[in-house]
């Protein structure tokens, strides 16, 4: 993961912030803009290093693409990438509110970071871990729990899925200054209008692909 800094974040915030927010529907810029950074360092075409193939500035798993009806090529243009990952998570927000209807009575960072986990992990081992705090945590910190049972509770010798007790605490800590980018970007605290929202426009042909990518 690439180091994260302040300079970092507003330096991919001036240039993706217009992108961002035509596509993101209920989703925080920080949140968009710490994902950038984490996956790809804003390389408009980083080298694909899983078997999942995920592709492009987001890492958007093909399967994901085809799924929003993009291949694998046009998943390789950052406007593209950007567009499919704020369906997808926007998608994705509506199945874990659907899930968890009364633990986030708002949609506030803690809500948006449990979508960066299902990002990483999957539904099934975000549920398998929510299964662990749901009787203690707080209304509107489901997240925080979670990050507090893997460095306080887990066992170093316990997996969920592929995942090991040292790849959750790698990813406890990103959620960290996942939190930080968007009190960075979008204010301290701020809770989001909606839990999920459709992008209303979509990234149209190539020229517009390539005149965001000159920035």
Known sequence: MPQITTARLQAIDRQWRSAINKYRGAVPVGMAVAHIVAESNGAPTPI????????????????????????????????????VWCVQTNKDSKQQHTTYPTMWPQANYDYWLSLRLVFTLGFINFDNLAVKVLHTAAPGALTSAIQTWIRSEMSPLQRFGTFRARDLLRIADELDWFRTAMNTLDGPNRVSALFHKAPELNPGGDFETMRVMSF
């Open 48 to 83: 694909v290093r899983d078997a999942k193939r995920s592709i492009g500035m987001m890492r958007i798993p093909t399967r994901v693409g085809l799924q929003n009806g993009y291949k694998e090529t046009e998943l390789e243009k950052p406007l593209v990438s950007l567009y």
